[in-house]
C-alpha cells in the first residue's frame, strides 16, 4: 500500500493583484491568492485572496471545523476572499488567524476590521461567529502549529512588508513565498535561508526577467529569479505563483514551456492543483 503523505498542498486561487474571471483565464485560474496545506491532521489556509471562497465551502461540506489562516501580508488580493469565507460566521468553527508584518501597525485583527468596514462592505467582522484568534509574530519568528507541525517565517521585500512561510513536519517543508521584490544579480538571503533544501518552493512569479525593469518597485518578483533561487538553495521543486493578471492563458503558457526547458520538477501553479509530499 502506497504511503499516505505527510503534506499535501492545493491551490485555490493563483493570481496576483486583482481576480480575473474570464474566457482568456480558464486554463490557469482567474481567482487570487489561496493555498491549503494539510499536514498532522491539520488544515493551514495561506491567504485568504478571492480563492478561499470555494475552499470554505469544501470545509463545511466535509465538516472541518478547525483551521490556522496564515497571512503573507494584507494587501487586497491575499484578504478580499475573507469576507466571503462563510465557515468563519459559524458558531461550531474555530479560525487562528496569523500575520507577521503588522505587529507595530495595529494588529492583523484591526487590519482585517478595517477592511470589512461600513462604507466599504456591510457586514463587519463582529458578525462572524466562529471563534477568531488572531496572532500578530515579527516576521523570522517560528511558529508552533500544532504536534509536529511548525512555520519558520521570514520578511520579504514588499511594500508595507510580507511574510514568507516554511511549513515543517515529518522530514517535509513546503516554502510560501510571496510577494517579494528582488533586486537583480542579488539573491535575497533571507530567502535563501529560509528556502534551503525545501521539497516544494511556491515563489512569487508575477514577472517575466523581461518584463522586470518595467516594473522595479512594484514589489513582485520573476519566475527566472524562482529558478534561481531554488537551484541556489538545494530546494527540490518551484511552484511559479502569483500570475500577473495581465498574462492570459497563451502567455502562461508559453511561461510553462520555457520553464520546462529549465527545469525537469518546476511546475505552473493553476487553480486545482494538488501536490503531495
Ligand atoms: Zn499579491
Ligand atoms: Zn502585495
Known amino acids: 500500500?502506497?504511503?499516505?503523505?505527510?503534506?499535501?498542498?492545493?491551490?485555490?486561487?493563483?493570481?496576483?493583484?486583482?481576480?480575473?474571471?474570464?474566457?482568456?483565464?480558464?486554463?490557469?485560474?482567474?481567482?487570487?491568492?489561496?493555498?491549503?496545506?494539510?499536514?498532522?491532521?491539520?488544515?493551514?489556509?495561506?491567504?485568504?485572496?478571492?480563492?478561499?471562497?470555494?475552499?470554505?465551502?469544501?470545509?463545511?461540506?466535509?465538516?472541518?471545523?478547525e483551521a490556522d489562516i496564515l497571512f503573507s501580508h494584507t494587501h487586497w488580493d491575499h484578504v478580499n476572499g475573507f469576507p466571503f469565507f462563510t465557515p468563519a460566521f459559524d458558531p461550531d468553527h474555530a479560525f487562528r488567524v496569523f500575520a507577521g508584518h503588522l505587529a507595530d501597525q495595529g494588529g492583523i485583527r484591526e487590519a482585517i476590521a478595517g477592511h470589512m468596514h461600513e462604507p466599504m462592505f456591510p457586514v463587519p467582522l463582529d458578525v462572524m461567529k466562529a471563534r477568531l484568534t488572531f496572532t500578530d509574530f515579527r516576521a523570522g519568528e517560528t511558529l508552533d502549529l500544532g504536534p509536529g507541525v511548525r512555520a519558520r517565517t521570514a520578511p520579504l521585500n514588499h511594500p508595507n512588508g510580507a511574510t514568507a512561510y516554511r511549513i515543517e513536519h515529518a522530514g517535509r517543508s513546503v516554502c510560501y513565498v510571496t510577494d517579494t521584490e528582488h533586486v537583480p544579480g542579488r539573491p535575497d538571503e533571507n530567502v535563501l535561508g529560509l528556502i534551503a533544501g525545501a521539497d516544494v518552493v511556491i515563489y512569487d512569479s508575477t514577472y517575466t526577467d523581461a518584463e522586470l525593469p518595467a516594473k522595479v518597485g512594484w514589489g513582485h518578483s520573476t519566475w527566472q529569479e524562482g529558478v534561481r533561487l531554488v537551484r541556489r538553495a538545494g530546494a527540490k521543486r518551484l511552484v511559479v505563483f502569483h500570475h500577473d493578471p495581465d498574462h492570459?492563458?497563451?502567455?502562461?503558457?508559453?511561461?510553462?514551456?520555457?520553464?520546462?526547458?529549465?527545469?525537469?520538477?518546476?511546475?505552473?501553479?493553476?487553480?486545482?492543483?494538488?501536490?503531495?509530499?
Open 248 to 277: 492570459e492563458d497563451d502567455d502562461m503558457t508559453a511561461i510553462e514551456r520555457e520553464l520546462a526547458g529549465e527545469s525537469d520538477d518546476a511546475v505552473v501553479a493553476r487553480e486545482g492543483l494538488r501536490l503531495e509530499l
Open 1 to 65: 500500500m502506497a504511503e499516505a503523505p505527510a503534506m499535501t498542498v492545493r491551490f485555490w486561487g493563483v493570481r496576483g493583484s486583482i481576480a480575473c474571471p474570464s474566457p482568456a483565464y480558464i486554463a490557469f485560474g482567474g481567482n487570487t491568492s489561496c493555498v491549503e496545506v494539510r499536514v498532522g491532521g491539520r488544515i493551514l489556509i495561506l491567504d485568504a485572496g478571492t480563492g478561499v471562497r470555494a475552499l470554505g465551502k469544501l470545509l463545511q461540506r466535509e465538516g472541518s471545523r
